[in-house]
């Protein structure tokens, strides 16, 4: 790796992998650029799409500290770098897949760990983080409601209890 162009390209690949939050492998034989650009739109500012050579892209990930990515670098591979959300990102190119199935995921990386094809399909199946994060608030303020009403519910069930001892004992004449 003595030529200047091929450095670069590591260090350019290398930059992408420790600067992105994940990073998703695919194979895109037989796509058309026109394909891959509608690809690259799909992903809008969540992920940058890029061709890599797979010996220069295992020297950049191994030099990124990343492990296990040799298994999946055969054949011709693209890589998508995921800077933004990682399940949108997942969807995108979920959803580009089941369009053009010449677009095959291998796996990838997320924070470290690798991930192979299933679990980045799973992955896209979750629901967007604005939509968990509702999930979350909405069971947060049920749990504060219950405790507001169990709280409310003692000195109901208190007053209740003087007023019935109040009734019994002026029933009984005292």
């Given at each position: ?30 796509l058309t650029v026109a394909q891959l ?138």
């Amino acid at each position: 790796m003595a030529r200047p162009d091929k450095a670069s390209a590591v260090a350019e690949l290398k930059s992408e992998f420790v600067g992105s939050s994940a990073a998703v492998l695919t194979e895109y034989r037989g796509l058309t650029v026109a394909q891959l650009k509608e690809l690259r739109v799909a992903l809008g500012g969540n992920a940058k799409f890029a061709v890599a050579k797979n010996t220069l892209t295992k020297i950049a990930a191994n030099e990124a500290g990343l492990t296990g990515l040799d298994g999946l670098l055969s054949g011709p591979t693209a890589i998508a770098f995921v800077s933004g959300d990682v399940v949108e990102a997942a969807k995108g190119l979920r959803d580009f897949a089941k369009a053009n199935p010449l677009l095959v995921i291998k796996g990838g990386v997320l924070d470290g760990k690798t991930l192979d094809a299933t679990e980045i399909t799973k992955l896209a199946d979750l629901e967007s983080r604005e939509v968990l994060l509702a999930k979350l608030a909405g069971a947060m303020k049920a749990k504060q409601s219950a405790a507001a009403a169990m709280f409310a519910a003692l000195p109901t069930n208190m007053a209740q209890l003087a007023e019935a001892l109040r009734a019994k004992r002026a029933e009984a004449g005292e």
